[in-house]
């Protein structure tokens, strides 16, 4: 199985702030790797696909890059709406797929 | 624009068979290069892939769950359904259904989720 580790586990930041959240892959994935949110009580929203690929409708402040093993989603102007939990996951074994442990993240 | 929604019990015993189903519309069910996924949550926790089943009835299960859990698929009826036996307080958890969508470049991504299905395990 692939694994997905995902740092921080946690973190706080201030509305303009620009957010990183790192996932790091056991084996190589090439860029088969997705982004997710979730906000409590609901269902995960795709974010970015494909490592570096805007979903439709997504807002551009919202960016994903890496390659291989590491890989970053980055928030370039915190909003409040963006308090939630971040999910990776890696597409590579699709359809046997597995996902990080998730970042929280907390608006200060 | 494709929307999915988990039926099923709420409510279930332990060492029972839970039954879901996941109902596809505004949408085909017999995409070619589409699958059709649960995901599951359990409370305070990460998302956990059960399994996901490809039009034509192939399935692929997480090894950890394989031994307990079918997944089956309707294309008539536009529906696919997870059953998941032997049950304990561990399986009590949210589950969805998701879309796993395929592209001519081989990406695969989940774009389109159900709204969750809340599944207690207890006596």
């Known amino acids: 199985d692939i694994q997905m580790t995902q740092s921080p586990s946690s973190l706080s930041a201030s509305v303009g702030d620009r957010v990183t959240i790192t996932c790091r892959a056991s084996?190589?994935?090439?860029?088969?790797l997705n982004w997710y949110q979730q906000k409590p009580g609901k269902a995960p929203k795709l974010l970015i696909y494909a490592a570096s690929s805007l979903q439709s409708g997504v807002p551009s402040r919202f960016s994903g890059s890496g390659s291989g093993t590491d890989f970053t989603l980055t928030i370039s102007s915190l909003q409040p709406e963006d308090c939630a939990t971040y999910y990776c996951?890696?597409?590579?074994?699709?359809?046997?797929?597995?996902f990080g442990q998730g970042t929280r993240l907390e608006i200060k | 624009q494709l929307q999915l929604q988990e039926s099923g019990p709420g409510l279930v015993k332990p060492s029972e068979t839970l039954s879901l189903t996941c109902f596809v519309s505004g949408g085909s069910i017999s995409n070619e290069i589409h699958y059709w996924s649960w995901i599951r949550q359990s409370p305070g926790t990460g998302l956990e892939w059960i399994g996901s089943?490809?039009?034509?009835?192939?399935?692929y299960y997480n090894p950890s769950l394989k031994h307990r859990v079918t997944i089956s698929v309707d294309t008539s009826k536009k529906h696919f359904s997870l059953r998941m036996s032997s049950l304990t307080a561990a399986d009590t958890a949210v589950y969805y259904c998701?879309?796993?969508?395929?592209?001519?470049?081989?990406?695969?991504?989940?774009?389109?989720w159900g709204k969750g299905a809340t599944v207690t395990v207890s006596s």
């Open positions: 084996q190589s994935i090439s860029n088969f």
């Open positions: 089943i490809y039009y034509s009835g192939n399935a």
């Open positions: 998701a879309r796993e969508m395929g592209t001519v470049e081989g990406l695969y991504f989940m774009d389109v």
């Open positions: 996951q890696q597409s590579y074994s699709s359809p046997s797929i597995t």
